[in-house]
Antibody, heavy 121, light 108 residues
Framework: QVQLVESGGGVVQPGRSLTLSCAAS????????MHWVRQAPGKGLQWVAV????????DYADSVKGRFTISRDNSKSTVYLQMNSLRPEDTAVYYC??????????????WGQGTLVTVSS | EIMMTQSPATLSVSPGERATLSCRAS??????LAWYQQKPGQAPRLLIY???TRATGIPARFSGSGSGTEFTLTISGLQSEDFAVYYC??????????FGQGTKLEIK
């Protein structure tokens, strides 16, 4: 079955870095764009970043542009989010999600369980 | 950026009754509108896309309507498992998605 599993979350001090991973299985990973979406404690969903299936094109929310980098390894069916210069306001559960708009017209139809990132001194 | 506004913030409805949730876009998004359900401690689950198409496995009591800037999610015959937070999402500005702030559906 289609599955996404995030890892790499934890507690980190402000200004430090952290890299999240999302391992995919059960579908042809290289066909789909992949997103990172975050949710601060008790808050709503915020789109963070996306990487096209081609592994080249990417885009970011203004709030993380220049600090976060999304990448993917299609041979490992994994998407990454490198987060630098972390701030307390980056504290959130980070979800990866599959995007099927180009493949089937369906937006983010599969989400991982999320990984919690806490930025605190 | 396309802003999405949901109303009400909280909706209290009795089991068995109908719930109507609204979502408004700051500019036209055609029918590129999705709805998600999220329960505590869980990831969002896609319910509706294309404004009115149910995702795989979603019961018929969930229905979506609207186009342009005004959208509605209707849940008929509310069951206990339907009480959750619901988010709308525009994907007209693909792939830069934006979400509404959510509507909490609670038991009356």
């Amino acid at each position: 079955q289609v599955q996404l599993v995030e890892s790499g979350g934890g507690v980190v001090q402000p200004g430090r870095s952290l890299t999240l991973s999302c391992a995919a299985s059960g579908f042809t990973f290289s066909t789909y764009a992949m997103h990172w979406v975050r949710q601060a404690p008790g808050k709503g969903l915020q789109w963070v970043a996306v990487m096209w299936s081609d592994g080249v094109n990417k885009d970011y929310a203004d709030s993380v542009k220049g600090r976060f980098t999304i990448s993917r390894d299609n041979s490992k069916s994994t998407v990454y989010l490198q987060m630098n210069s972390l701030r307390p306001e980056d504290t959130a559960v980070y979800y990866c999600a599959r995007d099927g708009v180009v493949v089937s017209g369906v937006p983010t139809d599969c989400w991982g369980q999320g990984t919690l990132v806490t930025v605190s001194s | 950026e396309i802003m999405m506004t949901q109303s009400p913030a909280t909706l209290s409805v009795s089991p068995g009754e109908r719930a109507t949730l609204s979502c408004r876009a700051s500019q036209r998004v055609s029918n590129n509108l999705a709805w998600y359900q999220q329960k505590p401690g869980q990831a969002p689950r896609l319910l509706i896309y294309g404004a009115s198409t149910r995702a795989t496995g979603i019961p018929a009591r969930f229905s979506g309507s609207g186009s342009g800037t005004e959208f509605t999610l209707t849940i008929s015959g509310l069951q206990s498992e339907d009480f959750a937070v619901y988010y709308c999402q525009q994907y007209n500005n693909w792939p830069r998605y934006t979400f509404g702030q959510g509507t909490k559906l609670e038991i009356k």
